[in-house]
């Protein structure tokens, strides 16, 4: 099942994983711009650690200074970003992370992908920090892109799908990111296209050392080709290595 994603529309995907050579991309903010709105680019490589990246946020979209450094004070400013009396209040925004590769390696990125999603959810719904409709704010638009200079996106999907409430589809080549609705109205069904929560249904077939059949799952569950399909064993597997046993 193919899913378009957007820059200019109040729908998921939140966050899009692509390449810089995605003609997509380049017509979505284009369109964007269009209609009166803001495409901020940040560079994933100052996006060190939390401490960085927060400090990155801060500056390139001038937090106030009360902003507390932290992800759920990184939800709230972004949210507040289209807030009344702001600068950019009803302005939809692109927020484009480029020379994002480094954070596969990156332990938050599971946080920091369902902050995003968490943020254009709030934004595009027009709903507030308890998910209850906001009367004083019209929807906009809020999605995020992380451009890869070298890295297939699918690479990103094991590491993305462990945040939380957090499911992942690979279409036309992108990693899509969106929220699942059993907790956030309007999100969308962790069912289709859409895989939801870690991508622990191969757990097994790792554990008990049969790898083909795992590379296999992979492959025909995020229909991904047998190479990507490869590199999420790989990822998964490492982190079941890791992993604090349970007994």
């Known amino acids: 099942m193919m899913i378009t994603p957007t820059l200019t529309e109040h729908r998921s995907p939140w ?21 009166g709105g803001v495409v901020l680019r940040l560079d994933g490589r100052d996006m060190r650690d939390p401490a960085s990246l927060f400090r990155t946020f ?5 937090f106030p200074g009360y902003f507390g450094h932290n992800w759920d004070a990184l939800v ?39 902050v995003l999603a968490q943020a ?45 409430d957090v ?7 992108r990693l899509l990111v969106t929220l699942t609705d059993v907790d956030w109205p ?12 870690p991508l622990s249904f191969a757990d097994q077939e790792i554990l008990d050392g049969m790898s083909i059949m795992a590379i296999k799952l992979f492959r025909d569950r995020l229909g991904c080709s047998i190479h990507e399909a490869v590199d999420i064993f790989v990822s998964r597997s490492d982190y079941l290595r890791r992993k604090p046993s349970s007994t």
Request: proline share 4%; charged share 20%.
């Open 186 to 197: 309007g999100g969308d069904p962790a069912s289709g296209a859409w895989t939801a929560g």
């Open 58 to 62: 801060a500056r390139e979209l001038s």
């Open 120 to 164: 254009a959810w709030n934004a595009n719904l027009r709903l507030d920090g308890d998910g209850n409709l906001d009367e004083r704010r019209q929807r906009v638009a809020q999605h995020f892109v992380l451009v890869l200079d070298r890295t297939a996106p699918v690479a990103f999907a094991e590491r993305a799908a462990r945040g939380m």
């Open 15 to 35: 966050v899009v994983f692509t390449s810089p050579a995605d003609p997509w991309l380049a017509s979505e903010t284009a369109a964007l711009v269009q209609r």
């Open 76 to 114: 709230d400013c972004l949210h507040d970003w289209h807030g009344p009396g702001h600068a950019h209040g009803q302005q939809g925004l692109a927020m484009v992370i480029e020379h994002a590769d480094g954070l596969l390696e990156a332990d938050f990125l599971g946080v920091f992908v369902s």
């Open 167 to 173: 499911a992942v589809a690979h279409s036309d080549g």
